[in-house]
């Protein structure tokens, strides 16, 4: 039940601090407390006996108002520390969440939904910032302060008294230990639930516009319904064993009362205590009610924690299925790049989705890569950003197998077009910049000029300062690609992949491009894949897929002389070409 405790013991390790100064001051504001209602017996067995003077009348009272003034400042104390640890925690958490999101692998994003590990680094979040906040003051109010009300009960009133009116206690033990598995198991099937809610709403909101065009509102509305119902039930599941905790310690406290009152007076009645003393005594047990609802509170903090922190754990232990190698091979420079009867499959794929890949490419030379839709294009690129695990076969980069070369280095040397653009919601500039960080505008706009981006640039409102993406304009697909292409331009990447990168584009710009990859990256190498076969016409080589296997290889003039599928592609464009 506390185990979520110990998992944060890093965090309690790091704010000793904080937490032993925060605890030891409630434990000394729960002692202080006991102090006026004792004040307040003593006082009126004085009256009762007729013993009390204005003279010990004020006494009392400057007593108890003294005592008020330590509790209101030492309150302050622990409540800041506590409440502060809540936050921190959560900065913590969330910082430690997000870089670890950074060097997860494109798999791990398959397997897990962005909504729902939104959900993870919010509200997962906060249920564990409350557990170290909140959770920890129930944890002392129910058992130190508890403890330390009783002896206050026992010793400076009766023992016996003290044990009659705690008799109830153990019911309310056998209750908690029930409520708190219930609610750990219901809590995490909403939390779970809530997850996939977010990451439905992810989807409508970014697909709106598909859906209202093919009138999907209603079935989104209908789906939609349905996981929010869905999340509701699992709620009202919580709240129902939620409900049972109040109303049972209740119950508990009422008996503890009868119990102290009916047992209280008799012993009055035999002498056996003074009035004063029953005052006092029900004063304490007036006390003792919010630690014996902390219990309550403490069992479901604890468990809304632990379910959480279990989640968030789940995503932080992930470890990626791509690591750096313990002692990577020092390459100053790449050069020449192999493939070497590659085989590889995607994670999640049952077939192969490359198939005894061999080539070889010299630094400085372009390779163009070819093939009908799905033919693993796409994949054969990403081998050399090593983004998921090597298959079999090897491919090498300067004679050295890719899994040797240190991830960041490796990286370092790639631009990347991917096929699917990914601008972010800031400037032109901006996303430029990530290419080469703080890049000059004059390099900038040489990049631009470079991807044929230019005249558009003019036509945009504000230039280079114009925002992109989601909350600014919205370029066009074929400018879109022209910013991603300047970004990976500005790099002056030893090694360009570019996939699928020109596609967007019309005949003209994309000559106009190509041109300028030529001229600029003389000496450097590229590879290209692409639908247009124009775009390749002068690589080096061109490789031709079919379902992850290479059918045909050579330069475009050896390719037509081949009579396969390239030549009867490229005639085919080059009609298609003539007509438009
Ligand atoms: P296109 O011309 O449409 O871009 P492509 O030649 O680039 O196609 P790839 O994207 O390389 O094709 O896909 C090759 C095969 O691998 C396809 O059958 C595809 O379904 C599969 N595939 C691609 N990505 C994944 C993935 N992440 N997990 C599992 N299978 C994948
Ligand atoms: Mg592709």
Do not use: D
């Given at each position: 039940m506390f185990s979520v405790l110990k998992d944060l013991g890093w965090f309690f390790r790091r704010e000793k601090r904080r937490y032993t100064i925060g605890l030891f001051v409630l434990i000394i504001a729960g002692i202080i407390e006991l102090l006026p209602p004792r004040l307040l017996g003593s006082a009126i067995d004085e009256i009762v006996r007729g013993s009390i003077t204005a003279g010990s009348l004020i006494k009392y009272i400057a007593m108890i108002i003294a005592l008020l003034l330590i509790i209101y400042w030492i309150t302050y104390i622990w409540m800041r520390n506590l409440f502060g640890g809540s936050n921190l925690v959560e900065r913590l958490l969330r910082s430690r969440f997000m870089n670890h999101l950074l060097t997860m692998t494109p798999s791990f994003f398959e397997r897990n939904r962005t909504g729902d590990l939104m959900a993870r680094a919010t509200n997962d979040i906060r249920a564990v910032s409350v557990t170290v906040g909140f959770g920890m003051l129930t944890l002392v109010d129910s058992t130190i302060f508890f403890a330390v009300v009783l002896f206050a009960m026992g010793f400076l009133v009766s023992w016996k008294l003290t044990l009659a009116a705690v008799l109830p206690l153990p019911l309310i033990a056998v209750a908690m230990v029930i409520y708190g598995k219930a609610i750990h198991d219901r809590y995490t099937l909403a939390q779970d639930a809530f997850g996939d809610m977010n990451d439905q709403v992810l989807e409508s909101v970014s697909g709106v516009r598909v859906i209202r065009a093919y009138v999907q509102e209603r079935l989104d509305e209908k789906r939609f319904a349905a996981i929010t119902d869905d999340v509701y039930r699992k709620n009202m599941a919580v709240a129902r064993v939620d409900s049972f905790f109040e109303p049972t310690i209740r119950f508990c406290v009422g008996l503890s009362y009868i119990i102290g009152l009916t047992y209280g007076i008799y012993l009055v009645l035999r002498n056996q205590i003074t009035l004063g003393d029953l005052v006092s005594f029900n004063m304490y047990l007036g006390m003792i009610v919010w630690p014996m609802f902390a219990i309550g509170e403490l069992i479901n903090v604890m468990q809304r924690g632990g379910a959480s922190l279990e989640r968030i754990d789940e995503t932080l232990n992930a470890v990626p299925d791509v690591q750096d190698v313990a002692n990577p091979v020092a390459v100053s420079d790449p050069g020449l790049i192999e493939f070497n009867n590659v085989t590889f499959r995607y994670p999640s794929s049952t077939i192969d989705n490359l198939t005894g890949v061999s080539l070889s490419l010299s630094k400085g030379e372009t390779l163009g890569v070819v093939g009908r839709t799905g033919s693993g294009k796409s994949t054969l690129l990403k081998q050399l950003l090593h983004e998921y695990p090597t298959g079999t076969g090897s491919i090498l980069i300067s004679g050295v197998p890719i899994q040797n070369i240190a991830l960041d280095r490796l990286h370092g040397w790639m631009g990347y077009v991917p096929q699917e653009q990914i601008l972010f919601s800031k400037t032109v500039r901006e996303n430029i910049q990530?290419?080469?960080?703080?890049?000059?505008d004059d390099k900038i706009l040489e990049a631009i000029s470079t991807a044929a981006f230019r005249s558009d640039l003019e036509t945009l409102?504000?230039?280079?300062d114009t925002l992109v993406g989601e909350r600014g304009v919205s370029l066009s697909g074929g400018q879109k690609q022209r910013v991603s292409l300047s970004r990976a331009f500005?790099?002056?990447?030893e090694i360009l992949v570019l996939d699928d990168a020109l596609s967007a584009v019309d005949a003209r710009t994309e000559a106009r491009i190509v041109d300028n990859i030529r001229s600029q990256r003389a000496g450097k190498t590229t590879l290209i894949s692409t639908h247009r076969l124009s775009a390749v016409e002068h690589a080096d080589q061109i490789v031709v897929l079919d379902n992850g296997r290479i059918i045909e290889r050579g330069t475009h003039t050896e390719l037509l002389g081949l009579n396969g599928w390239y030549r009867e592609q490229y005639e085919r464009q080059q009609v298609e070409d003539n007509l438009g």
């Open positions: 990530f290419g080469l960080v703080n890049a000059s409102e504000s230039g280079l500005i790099a002056e990447p």
